[in-house]
């Protein structure tokens, strides 16, 4: 019993230090934030002194060279990741209502073809995907930046999944009852998979928020840049001070992870949901 | 040269004194002609409507402005400079309005320009850095040739309206300007005054035997960091001007000018394996420092760690804001042993092109706007605040009949250096396709010889055969 | 890590995470409504999306690997198999060395550390909750943002974990060492790999039943014992979706952790296939090249599909 009693006490002080070790780089972001850039020169302090708000006005008020101000690369970012989702949902349910309760010519050949789109993220065809998005005019446009990063239909899949497990006697009883497909979807399914569609949304907006390359790589004019894409540019520049910038790259840092960690947090359960989606 | 590296001042730092104008000669002002006389009656003539012909020029509407678009790399103090010329420019006409965008880095203003260009949506003027010459010269129908501009609006335009050094590196095989020399430096060695003199150091070294024991005098003293080169551009300092300050050859076919095709790097030569092996010696013991070509150099130097710093003179202006220290600039030091050395060095920074493809109404604000960027006045107020050399003698003659380099006689060092000898075959410049690409691989040899990993003549020899076939890969795109 | 969750594959269908009973004769086994236009109508827009931004820049990626073109896409001609030749110089080979030590090394070390740490948590009782979400937040760090912390972190000279490291006796400067920008590339990217692989391992083990554990314990088995013979053979499914998830993410979403951190260097240390493509193709204006090794890319993620395909197989096969 009392050996039982250690091992648990040991199994606690592990786990502790190793979340402590995750959270150490934030920690250290808010301690670095805090704190004047002389400061860290000679190994970063302990603990966070009162800089921390005055360094974050700071950056919001003085916008790094070749970068639009924080809240305009905030707002974009928030842009992108509601774009994303919305329009992710906004096309997947259909498409996955069709596939699910449709029966048509072509089902399933349509529906290997959104298939193939799994293994081949957006990473793997940018350069492709970047001419077709110039040559359709659509570079520094919020079309450009959004479309392309939904172009696959992971959702689909998951909502087809969802469908599938759809009791069926509902369907029954709705055409017997004369409601239409269309009254089905939007009265019936819809509310019941109001959870699916949070854990999708949480995902989603995660996934707009957090990407670099694509944004980098559509936008060239300052006034479409996000926050996390511009990162390493306000590094190049905090870095070629005589005194490195530290302090107002980690305050930047520190407001680009907020809105996705908050939502996280918040909505854990949707969004561990979500991701064991494809396998629930 | 880096208008991308120059540090990005988070509020851009004093430049130097303004210039003092007028009340001086004013012979050479006629010569080329400034911001007021810019509105040129200028005829359009003829000319096809696609590729290196400007297109039938119209003339603006009348009331109308048409915006032009010119993309940059500059920051900092450059950054302001320029867009003072562009405000300048604006005001002194009403047909056309200029708006400048900086892209922050060279190699961004490249990959942005071919992407814009394929999407059509180039700018109508880009800033295309000494590297990418190739890449856009051989692109044929990319963008109009500055000459063929300028003549068809009968702008007067020359290529010996620049100075020997700029032109020598721009033009083609039949000695035009495809595109506007613009801002033009070279490297030169800053140096720390108070620490130097600490170790009791009265000149900054000319050789770089004399500089190796400098360092160790210094380290001797205390000061361990001895020098620092450009971040992102050790490959320009250390390897192409360390070349053409000392006269070696860079590569075949007189560094790329005569031919595109079979052109062969020569940096696997004795020269630069006993450079490279002094720096990765130096580097060993921290008394040499370089952190890779995203790290900004700028700061070991204006914050005392290293002694001496090899860099561009583009970035006179930015030291000069943030050292606190008095510092001295001298030309860079010479390899020993080599009765020719100095030659001279070659030109860095950019030149601005004009892009095919825009509407035909904005080719002569074009012309007139590089007309203006060209005149003695923009060039002088441009020098004078940058650490950019005048690229026209015109300008040049202005600065010296204003007293400008007796009381900045750190402004000369490149204008000397540049014009040091006449140029060889070798020392013209520096002319390879995907030589950003080519630059890559010399990065990479340079870190490993100072981490030690590898020998300077094996690092040398493996960027040789990696540069080789950059080159050919090039040549066979290229058709050349 | 900008992973699409929801693009990982979804295809192994794990029996120990079935949380919910799905019901014979579901939706998906027959269609319901006999409409014929409407579920084309509600289809088109997904497939135009898809067909556009996916399946032209495809056909286009492999067009274009067989021509050539200056920088500026002027002047373009067939080229046959020359960009291949091209990219399968020395540099190439490089990156498929780099991509695949990087990608074994973040699979198996965030799996292992995951699979600990959700073990250990299962054991914690009431306190469950509180530590899953203490391993879970980093998930939603972006990262590129994720990356400028670390870059300050091991910062030479002022960083903590680089003074760390300098006290040791390390001579840290991950900007000209390539094994030492490798190991911190590396590092960094299980430090956002394992709270995704945390959730998994969580949820597998909670479908463990109870009476499987404990007729282990009564038969007088160590926790240890307990664990590999019992409950790890359960997990089996959890593990290789698992591994597939993060070979992927390693294999195509480590671009901007490496674009913040190392910019690919020094001499190509970290310069992973993808990295390559983007320097390529967009830095250094390649396109017929870019094109090539978008080609190889390809290829490679369709070696992985079929695997992938297989795995769902031999699943399927096991119910």
């Known amino acids: 019993m009392k050996n039982r009693r250690v091992v648990s006490a040991i199994r606690h002080v592990l786990l502790l230090a190793v979340a402590a070790l995750f959270a150490a780089p934030i920690y250290l972001a808010v301690v670095v934030a805090s704190h004047p850039a002389r400061d860290v020169l000679s190994g970063v302090p302990a603990l966070p002194a009162g800089r921390l708000a005055n360094n974050i006005a700071h950056v919001i008020n003085n916008p790094f060279p070749q970068s639009p101000s924080l809240g305009t690369m905030m707002l974009n970012s928030l842009i992108l990741a509601l774009g994303v989702a919305v329009l992710k949902l906004a096309l997947s349910v259909p498409a996955a209502y069709a596939v699910g309760f449709f029966r048509f010519p072509g089902r399933m050949v349509m529906f290997w073809l959104i298939f193939i789109t799994l293994m081949l993220p957006v990473e793997v065809r940018f350069f492709p995907t970047y001419q077709v998005t110039a040559n359709l005019g659509l570079l520094n446009s919020q079309g450009g930046l959004i479309l392309p990063l939904i172009a696959s239909a992971t959702a689909v899949f998951l909502f087809r999944q969802y469908f599938r497990s759809f009791p069926r006697e509902l369907a029954d009883a709705a055409r017997l009852d004369g409601i239409g497909p269309i009254r089905f979807l939007t009265s019936i399914v819809l509310p019941l998979a109001r959870p699916t569609l949070a854990a999708i949304f949480v995902l989603e907006f995660i996934y707009g928020w957090n990407q670099y390359l694509w944004p980098l790589l559509v936008t060239s004019s300052p006034q479409h840049a996000t926050v996390v894409m511009g990162i390493r540019q306000i590094i190049t520049a905090a870095q070629s001070f005589s005194v490195p910038q530290w302090d107002l790259v980690m305050s930047v840092a520190l407001v680009a992870l907020i809105p996705p960690v908050l939502i996280v947090m918040a909505m854990q359960r949707w969004f561990v949901r979500g991701l064991m989606a494809g396998i629930d | 040269m880096p208008g991308g590296t120059a540090p990005r001042a988070l509020t851009p730092g004093q430049g130097k004194d303004p210039m003092r104008s007028s009340g001086e000669k004013r012979r050479l002002l006629t010569l080329a002609a400034g911001a007021a006389s810019i509105t040129m009656a200028a005829a359009a003539c003829g000319g096809s409507s696609h590729s290196s012909a400007p297109p039938a020029a119209a003339a603006p509407a009348p009331g109308k402005t048409v915006n032009l678009t010119v993309w940059t790399a500059f920051s900092g103090v450059n950054a302001t400079s320029f867009n003072y010329l562009v405000s300048q420019f604006n005001s002194s006409q009403s047909q056309y309005h200029v708006t400048a965008l900086s892209k922050g880095s060279y190699s961004q203003v490249l990959s942005d320009t071919i992407a814009a260009f394929k999407a059509h949506a180039a700018p109508d003027i880009t800033q295309i850095f000494d590297a990418g010459t190739a890449t856009i010269m051989d692109s044929n129908g990319s963008y109009v040739p500055v000459y063929k501009l300028m003549s068809q609006y009968k702008i007067p335009f020359a290529t010996t309206d620049f100075i020997g050094g700029a032109a020598s590196y721009y033009e083609t095989a039949s000695n035009q300007l495809d595109s506007l020399p613009f801002n033009s430096s070279t490297p030169v060695l800053f140096y720390n005054k108070t620490e130097l003199q600490k170790a009791g150091i009265s000149q900054p070294p000319t050789t770089w035997n004399q500089f190796a024991s400098d360092a160790a005098q210094l380290l001797a003293h205390g000061q361990k960091c001895a020098l620092t080169s450009s971040g992102a551009y050790v490959m320009w300092t250390d390897m192409e001007e360390f070349s053409t300050w000392n006269g070696y050859q860079y590569a075949t076919n007189d560094n790329g000018y005569s031919a595109v095709k079979g052109t062969k790097l020569k940096i696997d030569s004795a020269p630069l394996v006993n450079h490279l092996t002094l720096l990765g010696q130096l580097a060993q013991k921290g008394q040499y420092m370089w952190n890779g070509v995203s790290t900004s150099t700028v700061p070991l130097f204006t914050n005392g760690t290293c002694a001496m710093y090899e860099q561009s003179s583009a970035d006179l202006g930015t030291i000069q804001a943030a050292a606190k220290f008095p510092f001295g600039v001298s030309e860079l030091p010479i390899a020993d042993n080599d009765a020719n050395a100095p030659q001279n060095t070659v030109v860095g920074g950019a030149s601005m092109w004009v892009m095919s493809g825009a509407p035909a109404v904005h080719y002569r604000g074009d012309a007139e706007f590089l007309h203006y960027l060209m005149s003695p006045q923009a060039q002088a107020y441009w020098a004078s605040h940058t650490g950019y050399v005048p690229v026209t003698p015109a300008s040049s003659d202005l600065l010296k009949s204003q007293g400008f380099y007796s009381s900045h006689p750190n402004d000369l060092v490149a204008v000397k250096e540049l014009t040091n000898k006449t140029p060889t075959s070798y020392t013209r410049g520096i002319r390879l396709g995907y030589l950003p690409e080519v630059r890559q691989a010399e990065a990479s040899a340079i870190a490993a010889v100072l981490s030690g990993k590898q020998s300077a003549s094996a690092a040398l020899a493996s960027a040789q055969s990696q540069g080789d076939s950059i080159l050919t890969q090039f040549a066979s795109q290229y058709g050349g | ?319």
């Open chain 3, 1 to 319: 890590m900008a992973v699409d969750a929801a693009a990982r594959p979804r295809l192994i269908r794990v029996p120990g995470l079935r949380r919910r009973p799905v019901r014979a004769g579901g939706a998906g086994d027959d269609a319901i409504f006999g409409h014929r236009l409407l579920p084309v109508a509600l289809i088109v827009p997904e497939l135009v999306v898809v067909g556009v931004f996916f399946l032209w820049p495809s056909v286009k990626a492999i067009l274009e690997a067989f021509r050539q073109s200056n920088a500026f896409g002027l002047g373009e001609r067939f080229s046959g198999l020359a960009n291949f030749s091209a990219a399968l110089n020395g540099t190439y080979l490089q990156a498929v060395e780099v991509t695949a030590a990087f990608t074994a090394i973040t699979t198996v070390v965030s799996m292992a550390i995951a699979l600990l740490l959700a073990v250990q948590v299962e054991r914690t009782g009431r306190m469950r909750v509180f530590y899953r979400t203490l391993f879970i937040w980093t998930y939603a760090v972006p990262g590129a943002i994720g990356a400028a912390l670390w870059l300050f972190l091991f910062e030479p000279h002022i960083g903590p974990g680089a003074r760390l490291l300098e006290d040791l006796g390390v001579n840290w400067n991950f900007a000209l060492n390539g094994t030492q920008a490798f190991a911190l590339v590396t590092a960094l990217t299980i430090w956002q790999q394992c709270a995704y692989n945390f959730v998994f391992f969580s949820a597998g083990l909670q479908a463990v039943p109870e009476s499987v554990v404990e007729a282990a314990t009564i038969d007088g088995a160590s926790p240890i014992r307990r664990f590999w013979s019992v409950v790890f053979p359960l997990l089996g499914p959890t593990v290789v979706f698992v591994t597939v998830s993060d070979v992927l993410a390693a294999l195509f979403s480590s671009f901007a952790v490496i674009d913040v951190v190392t910019q690919g260097g020094p001499g190509g240390s970290t310069t992973t296939l993808v990295y390559m493509l983007y320097r390529d193709g967009f830095q250094n204006g390649d396109v017929g090249l870019a094109g090539a090794e978008s080609l190889l890319l390809f290829a490679l993620a369709g070696i992985l599909l079929v695997f992938q395909f297989r795995i769902f197989n031999r699943r399927v096969h096991y119910r």
